[in-house]
């Protein structure tokens, strides 16, 4: 059965577009050049991130604390890698391994955008012109279909593949 994760985004793109009777395919083929030229160009980097993880029993209860990860991400040949923090070198597995237990999630740089425009695998429908922060904006909505996606869900020791 197919699964699709149906998400919205907005897209500010005033210097990208000219006039407003550009057909939808013509606009989205502008935005995805404009996104591989943005990719494309995204030096490599390293960036400090720190994830608090939260739990709670029931619905009812209250939140507690689980843990205070502090990680060191870099971007590099695009990809994310991973360490600890103030650790001499980046290690080479996946961030689920390094962890070890509890939930994780990856991608949140540049390499979820390089998957959804970059990768064809997202199917983009057109939802017109509005307005979006007080600017000019064109709304597409996209699905991944589970059988195209590179987007992992994994709760150790379980793991799939998700729209």
């Given at each position: 059965?197919?699964?699709?994760?149906?998400?919205?985004f907005?897209?500010?793109?005033?210097?990208?577009?000219?006039?407003?009777?550009?057909?939808?395919?013509e606009?989205?083929?502008?935005?995805?050049?404009?996104?591989?030229?943005?990719?494309?160009?995204?030096?490599?980097?390293?960036?400090?991130?720190?994830?608090?993880?939260?739990a709670?029993?029931?619905?009812?209860?209250?939140?507690?604390?689980l843990?205070?990860?502090?990680l060191?991400?870099?971007?590099?040949?695009?990809?994310?890698?991973?360490?600890?923090?103030?650790?001499?070198?980046?290690?080479?597995?996946?961030?689920?391994?390094?962890?070890?237990?509890?939930?994780?999630?990856?991608?949140?740089?540049?390499v979820?955008?390089?998957?959804?425009?970059l990768?064809?695998?997202?199917e983009?429908?057109?939802?017109?012109e509005?307005e979006?922060?007080?600017k000019?904006?064109?709304?597409?909505?996209?699905?991944?279909?589970?059988?195209?996606?590179?987007?992992?869900?994994?709760?150790?020791?379980?793991?799939?593949?998700?729209?």
């Open positions: 059965m197919r699964r699709m994760l149906g998400c919205a907005w897209v500010c793109l005033l210097p990208l577009c000219g006039a407003a009777e550009d057909p939808a395919d606009l989205l083929e502008r935005i995805r050049a404009r996104m591989r030229e943005n990719l494309t160009r995204a030096p490599d980097y390293v960036c400090q991130e720190t994830v608090e993880r939260w709670r029993d029931s619905q009812r209860a209250e939140f507690k604390a843990d205070l990860l502090r060191e991400v870099g971007f590099a040949g695009g990809k994310e890698i991973f360490s600890w923090r103030g650790a001499s070198r980046f290690e080479e597995k996946e961030l689920a391994d390094l962890i070890g237990s509890g939930v994780v999630g990856t991608g949140a740089f540049a979820h955008a390089a998957n959804v425009f990768s064809g695998a997202a983009f429908t057109y939802r017109g509005e979006w922060k007080g000019r904006a064109f709304r597409f909505d996209y699905a991944v279909p589970q059988q195209h996606s590179r987007y992992r869900v994994r709760v150790p020791p379980y793991e799939a593949v998700v729209g």
